[in-house]
C-alpha cells in the first residue's frame, strides 16, 4: 500500500538557519504530493502541493521539488523564522483506482525555531 | 469561499459517555467529508470518510460511527467513550476529485 516516510526529528534550529525536511513515499503510479502545516492547538494548512513529476510546490519561502527518481518531496526554506515552528506533515494522494479519495500523511516533523 | 467549522473546541468528558463532534462546511456543495484522529503526538488517523449524504465509510473498526445527515454536516459519534479514545479529532472537506483536503480547526477531546 501507499506509504510517507519523513524525519520525526524534532529539529531545533536558530532563526534564519536553512531548514531541510526529508519526506520520501512509496505509491503505485504517479501520486499527488503535499505539504501540510500544523501550528500549535490548530488543525492542519495546506502549505505547497506538486501533482507531477519535477513539479515545484512553492508558498510563503518554503519548497518542495518532485522527485520521481528518488521517490523524494523534501521540504526546504533558506531562512526560517520563530513563527515557522509548527508540525510539519508530507502526505501524498493516489491518484490510482479506489484510493484517490484520500491522503496518505508521514507521522509528522516538529520544527522549533529559536530567535 | 470556503470554511470549517468544527465544535466543540474541547470537551473532557467521563469514561463510558456517550460522544458527538459536528462538522460543517460552507460555501461548497457535495464535498468528501473526512473524520481524522490524532492522537498522543502528531500522527493522523483516517476514521471514517463520506462522498455523499448518508454514504460512510470507515477505515478503522472501533466504538466510534459517522454519520452524514446533510450534505455539509458530518457528526462523529460514539454510544461509550474509552479512554483511548483521547486525542485531537479533524474534519476535513475536498471538492470531490480535487486534490487537497482542507482541515478544520479540531477539537480536542480528552477522556477521563
Known amino acids: 500500500g501507499d506509504s510517507v516516510t519523513q524525519m520525526e526529528g524534532p529539529v531545533t534550529l536558530s532563526e534564519e538557519a536553512f531548514l531541510t525536511i526529508n519526506c520520501t513515499y512509496t505509491?503505485?503510479?504517479?501520486?499527488?504530493l503535499f505539504w501540510y502545516v500544523q501550528y500549535p492547538g490548530e488543525g492542519l494548512q495546506l502549505l505547497l502541493k506538486?501533482?507531477?513529476?519535477?513539479d515545484k510546490g512553492s508558498n510563503k519561502g518554503f519548497e518542495a521539488t518532485y522527485r520521481k527518481e528518488t521517490t523524494s518531496f523534501h521540504l526546504e526554506k533558506g531562512s526560517v523564522q520563530v513563527s515557522d515552528s509548527a508540525v510539519y506533515f508530507c502526505?501524498?494522494?493516489?491518484?490510482?483506482?479506489?484510493?484517490?479519495?484520500?491522503?496518505?500523511f508521514g507521522k509528522g516533523t516538529l520544527l522549533t525555531v529559536n530567535p | 469561499s470556503q470554511t470549517i467549522h468544527q465544535w466543540p473546541a474541547t470537551l473532557v468528558q467521563p469514561v463510558g459517555s456517550p460522544l458527538s463532534l459536528e462538522c460543517t462546511v460552507e460555501?461548497?456543495?457535495?464535498?468528501?467529508l473526512y473524520w481524522y484522529r490524532q492522537a498522543a503526538g502528531r500522527g493522523l488517523q483516517l476514521l471514517f470518510y463520506?462522498?455523499?449524504?448518508?454514504?460512510i465509510s470507515s477505515e478503522v473498526p472501533q466504538n466510534l460511527s459517522a454519520s452524514r445527515p446533510q450534505d455539509r454536516q458530518f457528526i462523529l459519534s460514539s454510544k461509550k467513550l474509552l479512554l483511548s479514545d483521547s486525542g485531537f479529532y479533524l474534519c476535513?472537506?475536498?471538492?470531490?476529485?480535487?486534490?487537497?483536503?482542507?482541515f478544520g480547526p479540531g477539537t480536542r477531546l480528552t477522556v477521563t
Open positions: 476535513a472537506w475536498r471538492v470531490q476529485g480535487g486534490y487537497e483536503q482542507y
Open positions: 505509491a503505485t503510479g504517479y501520486p499527488s
Open positions: 506538486a501533482t507531477k513529476a519535477d
Open positions: 502526505a501524498l494522494r493516489s491518484n490510482s483506482g479506489g484510493s484517490n479519495y484520500k491522503l496518505t
Open positions: 460555501g461548497t456543495s457535495n464535498p468528501n
Open positions: 463520506s462522498v455523499g449524504i448518508g454514504q
